[in-house]
Every structure is written in structure tokens, then in C-alpha cells.
């Protein structure tokens, strides 16, 4: 904003309307209002520019000089005013608002915060059209949706419809969850390059200094999917198993992506990870036989009238 220049309160800190659920918050801050003053009042356009600010970072002498007003002022309205809803909001103790940040912490604990969404699709293809399945995509979202499962394995022949099926899933879910990320392993990366990847894209490029060691990086992801709910797609997953006689098994120097499924299987976390792949893991199967929060769909062909269709 240049200096000096002057802009009608509605139209300043609107950032926050993104962020936040404005509406509500204005609606409940108001009651508390109401209660305070014993007056039948709404937030006047001040109390909620003020408010926008808090929420967007400003700290109460930026929002004066904003608004082009005295500190000392801003801080009295404040502290008689909106500090005191606030405490009352989110059940607090009366006075107990002293920093101004507290505001934005206090409401989004309370859920006032707008969920933000974060997609990686990789090398997804795009769906334009999606016929049949629709017994398989309830199933697998019921399994996810309800947090049944953190693993779970869509398998079948090549070119039955897999990948599509998948990404037709995610898309459905992603209004469940915060971040989705797709990554294909038809080049058979190394784990390490793989957690690497995940938890830079899920930490927003935060973790600079990550460690060496393989069961450090998945305890890292796994904090990741501990804190946020996401949902990991993994396709032509059967690039890093054993292309010998004995089915499933992982090819020599990938055993350690062993480690990454079992772990998303056993610990506790909110996340889930579709493993897309013709052939089964032997490992998905024993930890189905556990009931370890894993499970697998395989695909058959369509109906003859839904192969029409396509």
C-alpha cells in the first residue's frame, strides 16, 4: 500500500476471507457482543476490519497505521472490545488475551480456520470420462472415508482400469483431505528419493536439513501423516518388486520400501496410501491377514455394456 493512501474499511486485510470462515465469526463474535453490551448490536465495519488484520498477521500498530489512526486508540478498543468476545468464543478465561496473536490461535482451535488444500498430481492422467466401477469407487471410499484403512492396494491385469479407477477415487476425496500428492514408480525410484519428495511437498518445502537414515525419513513422513490428513498415491507400483518366479517379492536394494508400508499400516496416523499395482505384495497380503488398517480391491473386467460404452 503506498503511503498515505486511504481505502474504505471493507476493502482492506481481505486476505482473510480465504482463510477464514468470516461469516460465522462474525455472526458468534457478534452474539458475544451482544452479551457483553447488553445491547442488540452487530460488528460495526471497524470491529471487523480490525479482526481481518488480527487474522492476516497484522499486528495492532500495523492495522492503525493502516487505517491511519493512533496506536493507543486501537489498543483501548481492543482490549474493552474484541479481546473480550474472543475470550468469551472459545471459552477462556476473562483477561486472559494479552498478545494479540493469541486471536488467530484461539479461533482456529476453535475451527473457525478454513481447511487449505494442496494437490501434487504428478503424472496423473486426467479423467474426462468414467464408466462402470461405481460399486468399486463406494467401496474404496467407504474403507478411506471412514479411516477403516491406511494402506489399501487396487490391483488387477494391465489396462483394466486401475489408474483411472484411482485418480476417480482422489478426486472424489479431495475435499477429505489437505494434501494429495501422486507419484508413479515406473522408473523405480529409491525410497529415499521418494520420502524426500513426499516430505518436502507435505512440509511445504520446510524440511531442508532432512536425515540420511531410511527409518528416520519415514519417521518424518509419518509425522507428516500424523498432522495433516493426506492421502498418497502410488502407481506402477509393481516397478520395484522382483520380476522372478516367486510373485510379490520386492526387487533387490527396494526391500526398504518393506519398511514404508508396513509402518503406514501399523502407526497410528490420519492419512492413506493406495498402492496401484497388477501384481499383489506379498507383504500387503500378510499384513491383510493381521488386519493391520490394510486392505486390497482387485479389479475384473467390465460389464459388456459398460466396455461398450467406452
Known sequence: MAQGAFYPEDELF???????????????????????????????SVEKVYLRGLLCGYSPKKI???????????????????????????????????????VSKWLEVAGYKMPQYHHDWGEAPEIYAFYGRTNEVNQLQQWISKKQYSLVGILGIGGIGKTTLAVKLANNLQGEFEYIIWRNLRHAPPLKQLLVELIQ????????????????????????????????GLDDAEQILSPGAIAGYYQANYEDYGQLFRRVAQEKHQSALLLISWEK???????????????????????TEEAEKI
Not at 458468534?28 to 447488553?38: G, L, M, S, V, Y
Open 14 to 44: 481481505l486476505e482473510a476471507v480465504k482463510l477464514w470462515d468470516l461469516d460465522n465469526l462474525y455472526i458468534d463474535i457478534a452474539e458475544q457482543k451482544q452479551r457483553e453490551t447488553q445491547n442488540k448490536t452487530t460488528l460495526t
Open 281 to 303: 505384495f506379498l507383504q500387503l497380503e500378510l499384513l491383510e491377514q493381521k488386519n493391520n488398517s490394510t486392505a486390497s480391491l482387485t479389479l475384473k473386467g467390465l460389464p
Open 64 to 102: 492503525a497505521e493502516t487505517l491511519h489512526r493512533s496506536s493507543n486508540s486501537i489498543a483501548v478498543a481492543l482490549t474493552r472490545g474484541l479481546y473480550r468476545y474472543v475470550e468469551a468464543l472459545t471459552n477462556r478465561e476473562l483477561n486472559s488475551l494479552t498478545n494479540w496473536k493469541d
Open 201 to 232: 511437498f507435505l512440509s511445504h518445502q520446510q524440511s531442508f536439513n532432512l536425515p540420511e537414515d531410511i527409518n528416520a525419513l519415514i519417521s518424518s513422513l509419518i509425522k507428516c501423516l500424523q498432522e495433516h490428513r493426506c492421502l498418497i
